[in-house]
């Protein structure tokens, strides 16, 4: 038996009819770029997240890209971030001219560490940028009093954590504005690229709409700052409405998995298994389990035809793209030492259970438990 880490085919037969009439009715409208689809979405998406504002753009790189620029950051100015994340969330702050300063994470939720905010924050810090990592949201309510003091906004990189909630607000309404990622693979999946912003401020968004379409203004030839072309397209939105409705349970599926995940995981030696803090409710984007020895863990289930994964192995301020922020070895203890560690299974929400229970147990078989 193989299992992969996500079953995009499995999730597309549940919902086949959905997303067939949802594409069919685009490709026959012929409306290919922005139109009715985008509106529609943009509105459902931002009503999901209990946001007054949603943006469509091409992908999670440049929803973060775009929203920065919207901000005024560039040349001189720095962000304030982590390094234990996906490398878009640096590069969008090295692409506006600005440096990263990264903080360390807290290592029970992998999350940027409230703690180390304080000590990171000059007058050239023009933003905060905290990462939901793995669907576990940062912990907002800490971060978000460190930025009141210095009024300083806060942008959630959102791209992992569609649904997560923090107090009962969700991503994408916790902070400023949020950037999302819909990558195929992600809890809400297009099938191709394609990105959002979120925000209750209105102004934000017109910015970030204008940036996104070639700096537009109120007619289509008038251009009235540089953009770029990053457009959501209709057909993805198409596909991003008919799942919407069902990531709710999508999402209950991925914490009942995570739940059973550590029922038949806990006390196994040499692990320690993930969980939701107390400030929130993750969207379980990943199962992440730390592992004594993850390369024997790893090539263990490998043979065994249960798919692994490593998100990440390594920081991002140790990464030679990142050169620019000055990094280096020792900076980040506790990143640094989750980049060793951490392993992902499988976790979607048509993993059988079954499946699930033989994981468990060949992990189990591993680590020397019965
Ligand atoms: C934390 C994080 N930020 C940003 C991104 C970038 O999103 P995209 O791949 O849609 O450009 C991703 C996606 O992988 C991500 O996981």
Known sequence: MNVPMVDLRAQYLRIQAEIDAATARVVASTHFIGGEECR??????????????????ANGTDALTIALRAYGVGPGDEVVTVANTFIATGEAILLNGARPVFVDVDEASFTMDPGALEGAITPRTKLILPVHLYGHPANMEAILAVAAHHRLPVLEDAAQAHAAEVSGRRAGSLGHAACFSF?????????????????????????VRQIANHGGGT????NVVVGTNSRLDAL??????????????????????????????????????????????SAWHLYTLRATNR????AHLTARGIATAVHYPRPIHLQPAMAAA????GDLPVSERLSREVIQIPLYPELPLESLERIAQEIRAFCGAR
Do not use: M, S
């Open 295 to 298: 390369e024997g863990l790893q």
């Open 40 to 57: 529609l979405f943009e509105q459902e998406f931002a009503a999901f997240c209990g946001a007054g504002h949603a943006v469509g753009v």
């Open 183 to 207: 990558y195929p693979g992600k809890n809400l999946g297009a099938y191709g690229d394609a990105g959002a912003i979120t925000t209750n401020d209105a102004e934000f968004a017109a910015r």
């Open 236 to 281: 993805q939105a198409a596909v991003l409405r008919a799942k919407l409705p069902h990531l709710e349970r999508w999402t209950a599926e991925r914490l009942e998995r995570a739940l059973a995940y550590t029922r038949l995981l806990e006390g196994t030696a040499g692990l320690v298994l993930p969980r939701e803090q107390a400030w929130g409710r």
């Open 219 to 222: 007619t289509k030839y008038d």
């Open 326 to 329: 000055g990094g280096k070895t």
